[in-house]
Each structure stands twice: as C-alpha cells, then as structure tokens.
C-alpha cells in the first residue's frame, strides 16, 4: 500500500496545478450555468484518485489518470443527464454529446492540450467581467481556478468563510442569467480585457505581498499562485501582451526580496536595511528577462513603469548607490499616466532621498487634502519619517502613532513601533 | 427541408473483430462526417444501439431472439438529418464510415414532412 502522505502531497500538488483547468474545461462542457457540476466532477476524481491509488500505488502519470477519471465522470454525468434541462445541448457545441456515435470523440475533443489552456484563460476572462466586483473576481479565481478551499480563501482575504460563499454564490448566479462564454477575447478586446485580468492577479499578488498576513503559507501561496497565473497568460501566443510581460517582471522583482523584508524575529525590514545577499539573484535575472521582453508595442503600462522602478532597485548595489534620479524620471511618467495620489506619496519617498526633507514637505501638501490620505496609514508614516529627519521628534511621533492606528498590519504596526521608540530613546 | 432517418445496418462482426484502439479511430470518422452535418446545421441527433434483439411476431404471442441470418439485416442505429430531397439525403449517406465495415445504410424520410 501507497504511503497515505505520499499520496497526499502527489495529490495536493496535483489538484493545485489541474483542478482549475479541469473546471474550466468541465464548465465549457455544461454550460457555464452547471458551474457546481464541473466542481463537483473534479472533487470526485479526486476522491477517486485517493480510494484507488491507495491500493494500487501512485500510476505513472497521475495527472492523465485524473483528466481521465474526470472526462469518464462527465461522460457518465452526460448520459444521465441526456434527456433532462439542465445542460443546453442545442448549444452547437454541445450537440454531438448527445448521441453515442459521436459523444467520446467529441468529450476527447474538448480534453485536448491546446483546448484545456484556452478554456483556462477563457475562464479567467470570463470571470474578470467588469461587472464583477474585483474581490468577487479575485475569490472566484482562487476557488475555482486556483483549487483553494473556501476556508483557504476566507483566510487570504482575512474573512469569514461564510463571507466567502456568498460572493462565490453572486458571482455564479451572474454567470447563471448571462450564460456567459468564457473564452479568449478578439484581437480587437484583447488590451482592455487583459488589463482587467491583469488587475486581479497583482491585486492577488499584492494581498499576498503585503503584510496584512501573518500567516507566511497563506501569503507565499497568494504570490506563487498570481505568478502562475500570470504566467499561464504568457504562455498562450493570443495573450502574449507587453503588461502582461511588465507585470511578470514586476511581480518577480518584488518576489526575489520578499524573504529579505521580514526577519527572523518576524518583523518587517526597510529596503533601507534589507541584506541584498537574501535577494534571490535567479528571481531578478528572470525579472529583468521578461521586462526586456514588455518592450514592445506602444503601450506603456504602469506595470512597465513600477517593473523599471523594481528593477532599480533590485539591480543597486546598496541603498546609498541607488539610482534615484531614473526611479524619479519613472514615477513622474507613471503620475501622466495615471495621477494617483498613492502613486505621488511613493514618489514624494524618491524625493526625500534627493532633496531631503524640506523639500518633500513642500510637495506632499499637493495631496493633502485627497480624502484617501486622511485614513491611509502610509500618508502618516511618511509624514512621521519627515518629521523625524527635520528633527521635529513630538511631530513625529504623533504622526507615527497614527499611522499605528490606521493599518491593520501586525508587521507594519511593529515596525512603526520601533520607530517611535527610536525617537524616545 | 424534410427530415431524414439514415438506418444504419449489419457490420457487428466487423466491429467486434477490431482493436479498441481500431474501433476508437473509426468513431472519429463518425465523429467527422456527423461534425460536418452538425455544421451546416442539417444534423439533429441519433441513437445507438446494443445488438441483443427480441422479435415480438405478429399477433403478439410468438417472441423470437435474434436470428444469425439476420445478422446483415440488424439495425444497428439511427440518425437524424435535414435535407430537401431523398437524392440529396442519399449522397450525404455516402459518408459514412460503417459503409467501410461492411454495414448498410437506408435512407427514409421521417413522416410526415414538415411544409
């Protein structure tokens, strides 16, 4: 008899990569209204794959053994379901399911390589409509195309898993009245479309990058799974577009420092302070590969602008040598782009690194009546770095324990704790 | 358009001689020539059928099971298809595959046609 953890690892590692192609391809199959039936489908095969490899050992190759079992299942459920409303076999595509001359040539069909990714990528589309909300979107993807569990995503966005339901439970239901078709949009939607795909994965990215989460598995979990999503993207010709690039090597850069950022005493680090021999050299090599490879087009996206603001500082040697002068060229094109005061206080750091503290006191009241700052932690604990450097020690502080106040972060209150006792001390 | 039932017919020996990888392949003609009339929208659907066969004879009481020498006779399955003429129904019949595994096909209009 097979190992049991064995097993478990084979298939845990497993249903990570696959079940979400395999629901994609399942929901091409039903319609996009039996979502639960391809989830249900993959959840069997799994559960198959459990009971058999128990007694039979892991097979040779167990991911064909599973989209095997799978496509058996459907076929199964199709047979049964032949006659009944559920599935709309007036569908074109779904038609030939529906007689046995031609129902196993037509499921083999749909289980091709080449079919399995653009279903995928369909899906993700699908599910990245404008008119679902970004958290709905993001809990989607994780659920269903990632193979987390409810409790895991309830986790990640540091909520209730009943809380998680109900969005899942919205965003089927859209998918039920506008019977939407995933698939890879026209050549002529392809940018605006992506750009919403795009959002989700660095939002997921971010969820993971930021330090709202103490819990290291869930966050390195958010990171890798953006990564591959973004990297399943890059791997169709259809999608192949410079953002998606930039955001590649954004995301990587950001990933090769993040075991730098936290100590071993789980607190945050400054990049100031961070030791660059952590930096993963392989990350940043292949950051910078993909960001050469975003340079075409005409776009240029804020991914390209914040990879090339990443790449400056992953490349500089030290902190001291940095090259503050470029990163600043970069934010003032991101601030054309898109003037968004998040995007004027970061740049307002470069400043404070070049011109010192006056000087940046002088720009940051350009956003200070922005209502977003009022309530944003950052704004304060900048203004409390500030102050700290005009040797203003009581300003500084009170801006410091504001910031405390405003962030939910156990990392970041710690840090700023540090600082406040830095000053008194 | 008038509605056609292909009857497709014999051939069972044929099939149970092949491979399962032979029998696989032949499905995907099927799969071809029926794909092609779903296509231009002039297939609606079909059955297949299991060779066991019980004969209930005229009157009612007499019940025979399947005879050997009816085997080339056996109805093996059905399809449905559009077409406007029985001609026309008759040359897309030239198309399948079973033809090529010693079954028949027989073409009849569905009754009645819908003016």
């Known amino acids: 008899m097979e190992s049991r953890d064995h097993i478990d690892t084979t298939l845990n590692h497993l249903f990570r990569q696959e079940s979400g192609k395999m629901v994609a391809v399942l929901i091409k199959i039903f319609g996009t209204e039996n979502i639960e039936m391809a989830e249900d489908v993959v959840q069997d095969a799994l559960v198959s794959a459990l009971e058999t490899w128990k007694f039979r050992g892991i097979p040779d190759n167990p991911k064909a053994w599973l989209y095997r079992t799978a496509r058996n299942k459907a076929i199964d459920i199709i047979r049964r379901k032949k006659h009944s409303k559920t599935i709309d076999f007036s569908d074109p595509e779904r038609k030939l399911l529906t007689s046995e001359y031609t129902l196993a040539s037509t499921m083999d069909n749909f289980w091709k390589e080449q079919h399995i990714q653009d279903d995928f990528l369909g899906m993700m589309y699908a599910c990245c409509h404008p008119d679902i909300s970004s958290e709905n979107q993001i809990t989607f993807i994780l659920k269903s195309l990632c193979g987390f569990s409810t409790k895991e995503v309830a986790r990640s966005f540091l909520t209730s898993e009943d809380t998680i339901s109900k969005r899942l439970y919205r965003t089927k239901e859209y998918f039920r009245k506008h019977k939407i078709r995933p698939r890879i949009p026209f050549p002529e939607d392809i940018n605006t479309k992506t750009k919403v795909v795009l959002s989700a994965i660095y939002l997921m990215f971010n969820e993971g990058y930021n330090a709202t989460h103490d819990d290291q598995l869930i966050r390195k979990d958010l990171l890798s799974q953006a990564l591959w999503l973004c990297k399943s993207l890059l791997d169709n010709e259809r999608t192949q577009l410079p953002e998606v690039y930039a955001l590649m090597a954004l995301m990587l850069f950001h990933t090769a420092r993040i075991d730098s950022r936290i100590s071993d005493q789980g607190e945050l680090i400054l990049l100031s302070d961070q030791d660059r021999n952590l930096w993963n050299k392989e990350l940043i090599a292949k950051g910078s ?36 002068k470029e990163i600043l060229n970069y934010y003032d094109l991101l601030l054309t782009i898109d003037n968004d005061p998040i ?14 503290p006056e000087e940046v006191l002088k720009t940051i009241q350009k956003i200070k009546n922005h209502k977003i700052m009022s309530t944003y932690y950052l704004y304060h604990a900048i203004l409390g770095e500030i102050h700290e450097r005009l040797m203003l020690p009581n300003k500084a502080v009170e801006y410091y324990q504001q910031a405390i106040e405003l962030t939910q972060s156990k990392l970041e209150q710690s840090l700023l704790r540090k600082k406040i006792g830095r000053i008194l001390n | 358009m008038k509605q056609f039932m292909f009857l497709f017919k014999g051939g069972d020996d044929v099939w149970d001689a092949k491979s399962e990888e032979e029998q696989g392949a032949h499905m995907e003609k099927w799969m071809q020539w029926i794909g092609q009339m779903a296509e231009q929208e ?74």
């Open chain 2, 42 to 115: 002039k297939y609606v659907g079909g059955e297949r059928l299991y060779p066991a066969v019980k004969t209930i004879h005229p009157g009612g009481k007499k019940v025979t099971d399947r005879s050997f020498a009816e085997a080339k006779e056996l109805v093996g399955g059905y399809i449905t298809v559009m077409a406007e003429t029985l001609e026309e129904a008759t040359e897309m019949a030239k198309g399948c595959p079973g033809l090529q595994w010693e079954s028949s096909v027989e073409v009849r209009e569905v009754w009645p046609d819908e003016a």
């Open chain 1, 343 to 356: 995007v004027f206080l970061n740049r307002s750091l470069v400043i404070l690194e070049l011109n010192g």
């Open chain 1, 289 to 324: 590969n993909y960001l050469n490879q975003s340079a075409f087009g005409e776009s240029l996206s804020t991914y390209h602008l914040e990879a090339a603001i990443a790449y400056q500082h992953c490349t500089a040697s030290s902190y001291a040598t940095t090259n503050w």
